[in-house]
């Protein structure tokens, strides 16, 4: 069974933030008008948080989509099972079960969660480029980043049919798709060989909050070496 | 030596029955169901138009999502959470107080009992029913039955509430049942009604001696199922690993706190009883005093459990811990957390440490205070750790909208209405335990206290004070 991984290089990411755009438009994430942003509840399965340094003169960027952490502590207080640990290391959300307590959203400690406070909309031309193999969320739900497990649906299909793995590079989100700067690196973590598990190795990778034992399946890597 | 054991009832007669259970009496106690005035219907009207506007709000509220709220995002909790704990908080009255008092045998209770347990199952209600308001999808409500994932604190809290609102409903009824008798047999008309209630009571000593046996056994139940209730509650937030939240005291803190604000609700609740009632000869001076005692003990541990809590954090002093508190103390929710300071320790201590201010008026200020420090106390938990999550990318800021302001103006309406109308239907005040006090609670105090006194073993010596 693969693990799947995501592994960010924070010294080539630029904070170009087209994989937010790739993410929003793959994922029917619904549209954040201004009055929205003022209230604080945008929408962006995978946000990009700019890090001012003082002394520095310049901006670190830090990618944030959900973390699939191995301990999720999401999956453990919801009340219905609407938030699980698939088999494959991914964290799914069951929109169609979730009653919307937002408690997964207050103990995920890297506010990775998204709530739907009203019913999402979008201007009439975009409606046509909704991305069909993904169900559009109703208010009153929670939400993530899912890995673009829809994707790995089909792959899985096709793998299954010719009788063979998953070979490496066939599965992978659309963030990772999009990076200009080939950041983002996306693959099996189970698999020895595969470039994730090799740079989770080097000594650059580190996690977010790895003290807090949630074992994140996403990991970065430093840029000062 | 075998003599003196007998003497001792012989010497009781002489000592005690300066007061008789009279008609008069009975009449006095079922003066609320007998009488419909003006003050009740006003209240009705008064009551029931704000229940009506938070109908409206709530409508509103499910018709366009909870937008309509000050919620946002890392703030996903906010006052209908608050409200949550604050009114599982003043369920605390009833049972748990009622269910000490009786097993101390303190002969006092005897008119209090029944106007704290009312209180605790209403209110029960309208905690489970703020969790419901805060729901994204209260049409699928029901998914915590038939999906129940039990590693979750609040599939722990569904269970327990559950249990404690049975057995405190039981609690509730049990002693009910001979005053029902009283009804049944007092007013015809009604009999439909009181008949099937009264489960053919008529006071033979059998039936007397079942009852009083239930009621010991169900105060007994009903004592760790109460404590249960409130540390589930807080193991909501003290399960999950949010600073200031994940502590370890929040279980014993949130039952301290519940029971403190639980008392203070049911002072306010016995003075407007008193008053709207008539009932000035039976809710006494010392009642108010002893309860005043009893809420003056909770307001030091209350300050106690909130030192600790509070110096323990700071003295860590990790950043994700201390932005939480430093939000708390000298940030945007310092004014509330002060005013709960004032509201839940200096007035109370002010007023209930001295004689002369412990009396009615005394404790019903101390009492208010208390209630709404004790609301803010929930606020300054809830928020100020949502505000500012562990990682501090996303800072956020609550202030209620007014949907989540009239949920709350509402509930409390709807639950003092649904007081008002208890006392309607059956008697406040437990008459066939106030006769019980007068014919047979002096004799035994007497004996008693004689039994603790240099002498021979004797019998009828039940443990507890008067």
Request: hydrophobic letters at 45%; charged letters at 20%.
């Amino acid at each position: 069974m693969s693990k799947w991984g995501m592994v960010i290089d924070l010294a080539a990411c630029t904070g170009c933030s087209s994989c937010t755009v790739a993410c929003k438009s793959e994922n029917n994430v619904p549209l954040s008008d201004p009055t929205d942003i003022e209230a604080s509840r945008s929408f962006s399965w995978l946000q990009i948080m700019k890090i001012e340094e003082e002394g520095h003169g310049r901006a670190r960027y830090l990618p944030r989509p959900c973390m699939h952490c191995d301990h999720p502590l999401c999956v453990l207080v919801c009340p219905v099972e609407a938030t699980r640990l698939d088999k494959d290391g991914i964290v799914s959300q069951i929109y169609d079960r979730c009653i919307g307590c937002r408690y997964c959203t207050n103990n995920c400690p890297y506010t990775a969660k998204y709530f739907n406070w009203h019913t999402p909309v979008w201007p009439e031309e975009m409606m046509q480029g909704l991305n069909p193999d993904v169900s559009i969320r109703p208010k009153g739900v929670v939400e993530k980043c899912t890995f673009c497990h829809h994707r790995l649906q089909s792959v899985t299909d096709q793998a299954g049919a010719e009788k063979r793995e998953i070979r490496e590079g066939e599965f992978s989100p659309a963030c990772k798709e999009v990076c200009p700067t080939q950041a983002i690196h996306f693959g099996d973590l189970e698999d020895p060989n595969s470039t994730v598990s090799k740079l989770a190795g080097t000594n650059r990778a580190f996690k977010e909050l790895e003290d807090l034992g949630t074992e994140p399946k996403v990991i970065y890597l430093r840029e000062d070496f | 030596m075998p003599d003196t054991p007998a003497a001792v009832p012989v010497e009781a007669e002489t000592r005690t029955r300066k007061v008789k259970f009279t008609q008069q009496m009975e009449d006095d106690l079922l003066l609320s169901i007998r009488e419909r005035g003006r003050g009740f219907k006003l209240t009705v009207a008064i009551l029931g138009s704000i229940v009506l506007w938070a109908v409206f709000a709530y409508i509103y509220q499910l018709r366009n999502g909870m937008g309509v709220t000050g919620l946002n995002r890392p703030v996903y909790w906010g006052v209908y959470i608050c409200n949550f704990v604050f009114f599982i908080g003043i369920s605390h009255a009833g049972t748990l107080i009622s269910a000490i008092l009786r097993m101390c045998n303190a002969e006092w209770r005897r008119p209090i009992t029944r106007s704290a347990e009312v209180i605790t199952v209403m209110v029960l209600f309208f905690g489970v029913l703020n969790v419901v308001f805060d729901l994204g999808r209260p049409d699928r409500a029901l998914n915590i039955v038939t999906s129940a994932q039990f590693s979750s604190p609040l599939l722990w809290d569904v269970t327990s509430i559950t249990v404690y609102f049975l057995s405190s409903t039981t609690y509730l009824y049990l002693p009910l049942i001979p005053d029902i008798a009283i009804l049944r047999d007092r007013f015809p008309k009604a009999r439909w009604f009181y008949g099937p209630l009264a489960l053919g009571w008529s006071g033979t000593d059998k039936q007397k001696h079942r009852l009083e046996k239930l009621i010991g056994i169900m105060a007994i139940i009903v004592l760790p199922v109460a404590v249960s209730v409130h540390t589930v509650v807080s193991w909501v937030f003290a399960m999950t690993v949010q600073p200031l939240w994940h502590s370890t005291i929040f279980g014993p803190y949130f039952v301290v706190g519940a029971i403190f604000s639980g008392i203070a609700a049911l002072i306010i609740a016995m003075a407007l009883l008193r008053k709207a009632y008539k009932l000035e000869n039976y809710l006494k001076q010392v009642h108010f005093d002893y309860l005043g005692r009893l809420l003056l003990v909770m307001t030091a541990l209350w300050f106690y459990f909130t030192f600790a809590e509070h110096l323990t954090a700071y003295y860590g002093g990790e950043p994700a811990h201390m932005a939480v508190l430093m939000e708390k103390v000298t940030g945007r929710y310092a004014p509330m957390f002060w005013t709960m300071v004032v509201c839940c320790f200096i007035i109370p201590m002010a007023l209930l440490t001295r004689s002369k201010t412990r009396n009615v008026k005394g404790t019903v200020i101390a009492s208010i205070t208390i209630t709404i420090g004790m609301w803010l106390e929930r606020f300054t938990i809830v928020v100020p750790t949502l505000v500012n999550p562990r990682l501090p990318y996303q800072r956020g800021l609550y202030t209620p909208s007014w949907v989540e302001w009239s949920m709350l103006a509402g509930c409390m309406a709807m639950f003092i209405l649904m007081y008002v109308l208890f006392t309607k239907i059956f008697p406040i005040i437990s008459i066939w335990e106030v006769k019980e006090g007068i014919e047979e609670g002096s004799d035994d105090t007497y004996d008693r206290v004689v039994s603790y006194l240099p002498g021979p073993e004797g019998k009828g010596t039940e443990a507890g004070g008067a």
